[in-house]
């Protein structure tokens, strides 16, 4: 006689109870538990993991996490799915990407894995790690839920300090990619809905005291530094030796912050200098390279060390034909390099944070950036849940970025309607982030106010940078209507066209018309004669690098594809407009290199 569980006693109860994901909604995983990883030595978790789609969350209802191992003939009653046997992935991945029948899945899935530990010594702590998972990830490890993260494309650290055991342990986690009203991004986008652990997972050892945040920069003219320690601990040392910099910083509360007098060479796009920077406090040590550089306005001027500049750039999403929303270095230095090519010294990263190793590597590569949380379109804005998500995502950026010389202009929204909700909302946001880091812009793409033919949002009164995104000879036709919007327009701040562009299919569109390379080209062309003229537009990233992945777009030229991009989806093949855009910012930096 098959003796009931508590799990199989569960099972039948589950069948009622539409409750049953509300006690794994703590969001416990945010801004306040990530540990700063620079310079620390992981152990990487990447590889195989078993995998299970679980479209009604059956595994939350039947509490397959809390299954132990074991062969099926020796189990004692039914089940519908085994954590520890089945397919598996590769992590990180998109699921989308990996099978056919997992292109349009939304939903949850099922990751899980056994991972071995060493008995930890006395006062050790251990964190484990998700790069990026999109969109809700619960993390249980050997049966118990620890908690969970909103946010698609932003790190988040869970303490398993007392969770693993000597031995072997087993690390699930269950990734709900379902798009929702109250979510952020919400359930429309312009961008492929991927799914997964699609970022590295890392398990970090470190002592009783650990670093959780470290923050470097310049400011005031002096290099500031603030730090927050977790666990015992009356001070910590910084040192940048090529500054002479060799400091100890008291904490308390385990913060600390103090200014220290320095001349560094600055980073710039053109001189991308980076100083080595270390940090101690008892035990716990991590590392640093750091550019420093001023970034500001001064009337409708953007300005970098003191000297006004152009923003030419290019926007790109973190799209890929064969890996959906996972990236590489090579991937992320060939889209580098594309804009380098194209003359940048910009470029936008839409609309999430993009993986951490492309502002690390625009350090290195000069090149600047506008980094963004996906407020866009129409968010939730009177949820006060929506805000709070929106705010910890932001404040994750902030505080995985904020020691990137690269990154310039944080940007807190695109094109979202002007209401009330969305003002205060996105008043608070800009708050948040002045709170975070006074160092830099803020930005968001707003639209143009198509009634009164002029730039005009009330948000941009609360933000640095306005962004424009206005599609003039593509989605806006009467395209002498630009003009008009110039001449009406007196932002008393700096404006960049966060966006503008045309589709134009070089492989099955047509010879000319909508959708040809031809006219796409005109478009650029047309765009670039206009906007030169307009002396308070600081700036230009047009839409965009490269053809990316959407569901909503399905006409023959489209075929599932965006096809915007200056280059098709294949990153190799350039488009008329490409050369177009090239010719003008070669022009623009020859003018800006002689001053005339
Ligand atoms: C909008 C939006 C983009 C979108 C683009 C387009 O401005 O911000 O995300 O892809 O237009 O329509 O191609």
Redesign the pocket.
Known sequence: MLERSDIAENALQALHDEAYDRPFNLQNLNADTMIFTGGRQSRSLDGDWLFCVDLLDTGLRQKWYAMTPSRPEDRIEPWDYDPHEGETVPVPSCWQMLKEKWYFFEGSAWYSRPVTVDPLDKGRRRFLRIGAAQYDCKVFVNGAFLGNHYGGSTPFCVEVTDALAEGENWIMLCVNNTRTLDRVPMRNT??FNYGGVYREVELFETPETVIRDLFVRLDGGKIRVSMTADGPAEAARIEIPELGIDASIALSGGQGEAAFDAAPDLWSPETPRLYDVTCTVGEDIVRDRVGFRTVERRGTDIVLNGKPLFLRGISVHEDDAETGKLTSEADIRRRFEHALELGCNFVRL??YPHHERAPQIADEMGLLLWEEIPV?WAIDFANPDTRADATNQLRELIRRDRNRASVAIWSIG??NPDTDARLSFMRHLADTCRAEDPTRLIGA?CLVNHRKLKIEDRLAAHIDVIGI?E?YGW?DENFDELAVIGENSAPDRPVVIS?T?ADGDHEAGPETGLFSVAYQAEVYEKQIATLRTLDYVKGMSP??LYDFRVERRQNVFQRGW?R?GLIAADKRTKKPAFHVLAAHYAERRATEETGQ
Do not use: L, V
Request: proline fraction near 0%.
């Open positions: 312009d961008w839409a609309h866009y695109n094109e793409a995104n599609y989605y966006e562009g839409w965009i965006n915007k």
